[in-house]
């Protein structure tokens, strides 16, 4: 067993948890980041998600902090500076570089992660920061209302390290500390009686959490065969059904998250070279090849992360560890199925039969072997108790009546825009909310009792519903990053965080601190927050 101390320990190198290392090393402050997989950046880099941000993030510059915008602008750079890219797409300031529709910055999850890195690296150096990789965190030591020191274990040996710091930091992607440490937390979905929210259930159901997902990454050589060997539980998904979905599970139908009504959606309308496109291969494209010189690229490279690789059948959090691992596998099971199909018996859109054998798996691009991301796609965690507890009625438009705008937070820390966009559980179809452009209110990272945990990740204090609308990629590095700037002042001053949400002087303070040093954005601009949120996945620019 080793032993080591620090100022700040963030559990969890998610997208949040980097963000929170990053603001408190800027603030001075020594820190430990520890991670379960061996890359750092949860959804931009292990989960392989394209980010999902806001439509006046590019050209209007506003929507998140001035190191998200450091983040993106150096994923371009890294391309100019590396990739033998066209002259007139490298001029572009606002290139995408892979032509995606579903983001404005569809990048390769393996540039997120040298980015990150590159934003770490004077940390590393200089011995401020140290990052452990494969790890998870296994139990937790609490006095009290704070967590003394947290024993993570490596996940390739017998290996555990006890890591003792003044403030600690959930940044797991499922929100384990709140477990281990006891932290009173949620779980899945609140009742209306608990919320009051239109668009809650009846009834409160733990067991009601947003689907997971195991992103894959395909090119296609339609000249040439790529079959992978036919999954142990392909039969069972080929055939599965639920009275919810319009189609078999493995189809091109699948539902409008809006409507509910079926849309036919299949992987090629037409040319893959064709800049725009309704189809799922423009859908989540990372690389564009005509962006290159002939022959650089042999084919576009797409992420899977379709409404076909939804997994719904089973819970990773509120469930034993033996059903836990169950529905681990059973989304890798769902996801490699899915390919399948799509290689042998899905309809062609050219009238040649059946299957495109050509897609191929391409595990490069995540750093497997296996072809799929190394880390589910997680929508939903554990949520803390908080001090305040954001609700439909803060942001919804419907919810909100004749108010304009969302609920304005004198605390905020942050903002975000993103429609509340829940996927499916086991027990019902999307539930998609319009919404308005929101802030992130500091009563919502704060305990209800523990003193010295702060949330950041998705395990801030919102519902099952609200969660829809703070679990993007820019919020999520909001959220972080105001955590570990909390954790770094509460140090500097003395504090406590409550003390400094509820004192104006101090919290006027730390607000100034965070925009005028760390340049957080705490308010929208006028005409954003006055602009409901709609859907945004056509973007294609």
Known sequence: MTEKTTDILVVGA???????????????????????TDWIGGQLTAQGVPPDESPWIDRQETGCTASYRQ??????????????????????????????????????????????????????????????????????????????????????????????????LDATELGDLLELADVEHVIGAESQDQTGEPNALLDADPLDQQSHSWTFVLDYLPDENHVI??????????????????????????????????????????DTDDVHGDDLWH????IYRKYYPDGFHKSDVVVVNWPQIDYWLGQLVGVSKEEKAKHWQGARDLSLSMLYWMQTEAPRHDDKGTGYPGLRLRGDIYGTTDG????????????????????????????????????????????????IDLHPSYRHN???????PHQIPLGALIPV??????????????????????????????????????????LEKGLQPRQVRNDVTRLGDFQKMLTNTLGFELAW?????????????????
């Open 283 to 286: 859908f989540r494209r990372i």
């Open 525 to 541: 601009p006028e005409e954003q927050r006055l602009t409901p949120r709609v859907k945004f996945d056509k973007l294609g620019i």
């Open 372 to 419: 799929l991301a190394k880390y589910p796609y997680i929508r939903e965690s554990r949520r803390i108790q908080a001090e305040f507890t954001v609700l439909e009625q803060h942001v919804g438009v419907e919810a909100r009546g004749d108010l304009k705008g969302a609920e304005v937070f004198d605390d905020s820390v942050g903002i975000g825009s993103y429609r």
């Open 71 to 168: 983040f993106r602008n150096r994923v371009r750079d890294y391309y100019r500076r590396n990739y033998p890219m066209k002259q007139e797409i490298k001029d572009n300031p606002y290139f995408n570089p892979g032509m995606g529709n579903v983001s404005p910055l569809c990048h390769e999850p393996r540039i997120g992660l040298a980015v990150l890195h590159e934003m770490l690296m004077p940390y590393i150096a200089s011995q401020r920061l140290d990052i452990i990789l494969n790890t998870v965190p296994i139990s937790a030591e609490t006095d009290g209302d704070k967590i003394m020191s947290v024993t993570v274990k490596s996940t390739q040996s017998d290996e555990t390290t006890v890591i003792t710091a003044p403030y600690i």
């Open 449 to 490: 009792r523990v003193e010295n945990l702060l949330p950041a990740c998705k395990n801030l204090g919102v519902t099952h519903i609200t969660n829809g609308c703070y679990r993007l990629h820019p919020i999520e590095w909001n959220i972080g990053e105001a955590a570990g700037a909390l954790a770094a002042y509460c």
């Open 14 to 36: 998610s997208t949040g948890g980097v963000a929170a290392a990053l603001a408190a090393l800027r603030l001075g402050r020594r820190v430990i980041l520890t991670e379960e």
């Open 229 to 270: 060997d036919k999954p142990d539980t392909y039969d069972f998904w080929r055939d599965y059904e639920i009275d919810f979905w319009p189609a078999k599970l493995l189809s091109w139908t699948t539902s409008d998250p809006e409507t509910l009504e079926p849309v036919t959606r299949p992987i090629f309308t037409g």
């Open 430 to 436: 999307y539930l998609d909310i319009t919404n308005w």
